[in-house]
């Protein structure tokens, strides 16, 4: 393994240690919506922190190669991605944050019944399955499960286009659950995005491993 292959190899392998993070992060998230937890929502919040230093090093490592090694073909496609691919993962450590800050500053926790008749339990789930599938597909170079991320990412935009009329039957089924409704509508939003965030991830993986780039390809195709 020459120079270049050991960069490659650890920036790799910060980039999974970043994922685990970020889903660390999500799940702490979770748990905390589920549970109430307001000082589980609180360390989450304090780790964010952490998810910000690693993807300016991840980002610093990645200008470093380029500029030392001049990769080419795959391992230029690769650090590119990589790039990209921290971004994204930074985005949806803040939509962790974003939603334990709604638990934090909530003044009532959130009803069980209420999470599942607003299918927010099952988005959260779906989107919690597809972030780690996204880093199997990049530890694994799995094209094949990388495209089929945009397939699922349809249950999350699916609930979310719902989600209006769905949190609109539990104020009126009890108008007292208004504030509480409104910060689950929230954090459907917020799971939607990490959907997207998850599809560009795909993307990128897709680019680096095939050389293709999908990204506006079907709009390109509809105005051929």
Request: a negative charge.
């Amino acid at each position: 393994m020459n120079q270049l292959e050991t960069e490659i190899s650890a920036l790799k392998s910060e980039l999974v240690s970043m994922w685990i993070l970020v889903q660390s992060q999500f799940n702490k998230a979770k748990e905390a919506m589920i549970q109430f937890d307001k000082d589980l929502a609180r360390e989450v919040l304090i780790k964010e922190k952490r998810v910000n230093s690693f993807e300016l090093k991840i980002d610093r490592d990645c200008e470093n190669i380029l500029a030392l090694y001049c990769p080419v073909a795959i391992d230029l496609r690769f650090l590119l991605a990589s790039l990209k691919i921290n971004t994204n993962l930074e985005r949806i450590g803040d939509i962790a944050a974003g939603i334990a800050k709604y638990i934090v500053e909530s003044p009532v926790n959130f009803d069980l019944e209420a999470l599942e008749k607003s299918q927010v339990l099952r988005m959260y789930e779906e989107a919690v399955n597809i972030l780690m599938d996204t880093r199997t597909a990049f530890e694994k170079e799995d094209t094949v499960l990388a495209r089929s991320i945009f397939k699922r990412d349809d249950v999350l935009d699916q609930i979310n286009m719902n989600a209006a009329a769905n949190i609109g039957e539990l104020i009126r089924d009890d108008i007292s659950n208004i504030n509480e409704s409104l910060y689950i509508l929230s954090i459907i939003r917020k799971l939607e995005r990490v959907g997207d965030q998850s599809m560009n991830i795909a993307e990128e993986i897709i680019f680096y491993v095939e050389a293709k780039i999908l990204k506006h390809a079907e709009s390109n195709n509809s105005a051929e």
